[in-house]
């Protein structure tokens, strides 16, 4: 299925289209969406050309996919948010519109709510630092939970210039279980709390396309 839009992202970066723009930096922008499903909501864009969907995370860009989280967590200071969900559509299939990857930043007030999950015996993949397994209450036909093993990591609010890779990874992990799962195009979630109010460990979803959002 072909994108049903032009890299409109594209032109906002360039600052040939107008866009509330709320963060940027030398490798990513951050503006507000011009449909907001939430009192907040926000996309976090790569500057990079060529980064079309989430299939294109390597083990050479790591750092810039590892870069939106940081944007997010900028953006939460920069806009007093507590708590925060993040949302990336990959693939059409996925529900991906715009052909740039870009991650969605909302307000806890945005109603969806993804508990995390305890380590289960289906395991897709293991490294020494990262885990992803089929979540024990699963919400669509496939839900996985992919997992930062370092305990120093425990929430995206954790996210800093020195541990970028490791951030960028889940979702080259992600990519790499969706390729496991057969699947075409998929959904990814975070919510993001502070350490003492979140599960003691950063759980990052992989949701198959049945799983439906607004996004």
Known sequence: MDFVVEDVFR????????????????YTMAF??????????????????????????HSENLEIFGRLFLA????????DLD????????GTLGGQVVPRVHLHQLS????????????????????????????????CDQH?????????LVSGLDIRETNLEAFGNLFWVAKSVSQQL???GYKLFMNVAP???????TCFHLLSPDYKTEL
């Open 83 to 90: 708590t925060y969900k993040l949302h990336m559509n990959v």
């Open 144 to 152: 996985v939970v992919i997992q930062l093993k370092d305990p120093e």
């Open 195 to 201: 350490n003492e109010t979140s599960s003691p460990f």
């Open 32 to 57: 507000k969406d011009i449909n907001p499903k939430a009192r907040f909501h926000a996309l976090m864009v790569p500057k990079v050309d060529g980064l079309v969907t989430g299939f294109d995370v």
């Open 72 to 79: 997010a967590k900028y953006v939460s200071d920069l806009e």
């Open 11 to 26: 032109q906002i970066i360039t600052g040939e289209a107008p866009a509330d723009i709320v963060y940027e930096d030398e």
């Open 108 to 139: 806890s007030d945005y109603a969806p709510e993804l508990d995390c999950s305890m380590p289960t015996d289906t395991v897709y993949y293991e490294d020494e630092a990262t885990i992803a397994y089929q979540h024990e209450n699963p919400v």
């Open 182 to 184: 057969g699947l075409e």
